[in-house]
């Protein structure tokens, strides 16, 4: 008898935060027909990219950054605003997990502030934390990894606490994931209005084009004009470029995937609190389980059946939301654990 072997089940990616859904279609035909061009230097500082999002969100293109993912533009205004031993940069922790590894290459002194009970970001006590040496203090709204958000007049109180010459980078990396949420700030409304903000965004969560590594700030011309000289030459692919052009354009079929992500995010959340976890509200494409004790086990067992999920020693789980198909099985072996 010929020999056979046990086709292994797919692994389901819910560690970080990706989307499940493969690039919209308009999308992939951009980038098969532009695949050809990939012997040619992009150009050099991505000008033309800039000035499609500059079109796009209705700002002068000196406004505009482009990085390599969010993370990267986050780091050139990093690089920018650290110019002395002892310059500080403020923001929450637990976070993303990127912050303290930028806030060191920039050589900056970090001053995390833990969030609070519930998962949120304590303002009052970031603003307490600022000193005469804070020159950069990041919010994440969304927040990474507990998807918790800052309300409008919160944020408004905190920039109004700040002293002049500190730049607040508003992380808004899941900002499409919370249309539902009543009170999110929108960091361009904060641009506009002329407070010392540099809205961040990226393509690589609703966009799902994570492996392409294209993030944009928008800020005041002034702030454009520091940050900009850290930008990396020829850093910004054109395939990048023609992946963002047809993204923006296909806008209907985004709409739609956010709000199946949305909708699934809702149900695991009902069916993890019915089954006696506790699950914060998100508005990101990801819950958080605020479960120290047992985060392990829960992050054991859906390894177990083929899930990759976050853990947190000690603190939680960040879970993905994916597929209905991958959610169930998570769901399953939630309820597993549950039952004892």
Known sequence: MPHTTDIPAPLHRLALNETPYPP????RKALA???TEINRYPQFYADGLMEIVAAWRGVPVESVIIGSGSVGVALQTLQAYIKEPGDQVLYAWRAFDAYPIIADMAGAERVEVPLTADGEQDLAKMAAAVTDRTRVVILCNPHNPTGTTIGRAALDDFLASLPGGVLVILDEAYTEFAADAVDLPQGLDLVRAGHPVLSLRTFSKAYGLAGLRIGYGIASPEVVKRVRPTSVPYSISELARVAIAASIG????????IATISAERA??????RSQG???LESRANFVWLDEPVRAEAFHTSCADRGAQVRLYPGEGIRLTIGTAEANDLVLAAARELAAG
Not at 250 to 257: F, G, P, Q, S
Not at 267 to 272: C, D, K, P, Y
């Open 24 to 27: 919209l279609p308009e999308v």
């Open 33 to 35: 027909d532009s695949v």
């Open 250 to 257: 296909a806008e209907a079929d985004l709409v739609r995937r």
């Open 267 to 272: 149900r695991v959340q009902a069916e993890l």
């Open 277 to 279: 976890w506790r699950v």
